[in-house]
């Protein structure tokens, strides 16, 4: 099984400003860390553009791509993204995937310039999903793109082309990983599987190191204008864990910005709310993002057909930009690279309602740094008498 590519040794950057947690139940007391400091002012400045985003392209893309939604002949329930967990696939088969990785027809500069023609001004990469696998030459794993027949850096041509044509470039980073030793699936009656990830205690600070050690990374080689979390859902993540990985970015570069989900959503606010498949029924009065699917999965799945037309794309942006958020509409490359032909045909089709009747988005005006929202203790209801 593929995760270290190199010894990693003492000499961990990340060390410097992470303490490791234990392992164990998700914590519901105040958190221990404290927060990076930024004043208004700041904030303000480094939140400009995506307070002023309108729309934007995010792109799920991984070895669940080359399955489609199939796993030995069977169709996967769900996200096609999930297939892992869907499929309970054993990560040494699971993995066996990455021999076959090959998206001859992936074409960085299309996907950009298809971004850009729509009308979308920044885009996010799943540079690493819950499978664990990486889009990028990792340092720290072999379970990347540089050991399929592949081989290309996904991340590097698609930063490259951001930069050609105008458009913010942003990587989504899972905070869960199927494929590391230090995690194995629960075994909770309620929720067994992959979803809620047991971290097994003597391996957590590896994990932690390894994770701090690729975040820093990606913010070194491809300098992203958004870092984009997920799955801080599982039990072990903690709120203090969050904050300090926050803070660890922030340190290594003043000006990225960061989405809610790198602590706990329901709590955590900083830099941006993330909405996802559903979003705010009024408007909201901080940064925030909606982020959808064009069919049903976020992944490429070979038999879902139930695509939203260009309308309902049109009213879906105008309905959140009123509310003062963004659309981060989803695109799946199938496992060729290419995206889907009806894919390609709704977000041009989209464009031309835009072009006929512009929307215009109503800009939050955040007066205070947003951050931890405390939550009021659950009361026990009175019994029925």
Not at 173 to 186: E, G, V
Request: glycine share 6%; with cysteine.
């Amino acid at each position: 099984m593929m995760v270290n590519k190199r010894l990693i040794t003492g000499a961990m950057l990340s060390l410097s400003i992470i303490v490791a947690q234990p392992s164990g139940a998700e914590t519901t007391s105040a958190p221990q860390a404290t927060l990076k400091k930024e004043s208004i002012e700041d904030y303000t400045a480094r939140m400009q553009w995506f307070a002023e985003a309108k729309y934007g392209m995010f792109i799920h893309f991984g070895l669940y791509s080359q399955l489609g939604g199939m796993w030995k002949g069977e169709k996967a329930e769900w996200y096609a993204e999930w297939i892992q967990a869907k499929k309970n696939i054993p990560r040494e088969e699971y993995s066996k995937i990455i021999k076959d990785f090959n998206p001859t027809k992936f074409d960085a500069d299309f996907l950009v310039q298809t971004a850009k023609n729509a009308g979308m001004t920044y885009l996010v990469i799943t540079a690493k999903h819950h499978e664990g696998f990486c889009l990028w030459d990792s340092k720290y794993t072999e379970y990347d793109v540089a050991s399929t027949p592949f081989k290309r850096d996904i991340l590097a041509e698609l930063s490259q082309a951001c930069k050609k044509h105008g458009i913010r470039f942003g990587i989504y980073y899972s905070i869960i990983d199927w494929s590391h030793p230090s995690q194995i699936p629960t075994k909770e009656m309620r929720n067994p599987g992959w979803k809620f990830t047991h971290m097994r205690e003597d391996r957590r600070e590896d994990y932690i190191n390894y994770q701090n050690n690729q975040i820093l990374e990606l913010i070194e080689n491809y300098d992203p204008a958004v870092l984009w979390f997920d799955a801080d859902w599982t039990k072990w993540w903690t709120m203090d864990d969050g904050i300090q990985l926050y803070n660890l970015i922030r340190n290594a570069s003043p000006k990225i910005i960061v989405n809610n989900r790198v602590a706990k959503r329901s709590e955590f606010e900083l830099d941006f709310v993330t909405q996802e498949q559903k979003h705010f029924k009024e408007v909201f009065p901080k940064y925030w993002e909606g982020c959808y699917t064009m069919n049903k999965s976020w992944g490429y799945k070979k038999h879902d057909h139930e695509w939203k037309d260009a309308q309902a794309v049109y009213d879906k942006l105008k309905n959140i930009n009123e509310k003062g958020g963004s659309l981060l509409l989803n695109v799946g490359p199938d496992g060729s690279g290419q995206v889907q032909p009806e894919a390609i045909a709704i977000l041009k089709q989209t464009a031309k309602l835009l072009e006929a009747t512009p929307i215009d988005k109503k800009i939050p005006q955040v007066t205070k740094v947003p951050g931890i929202v405390v939550q009021k203790p659950k009361t026990q209801r009175a019994k029925r008498k």
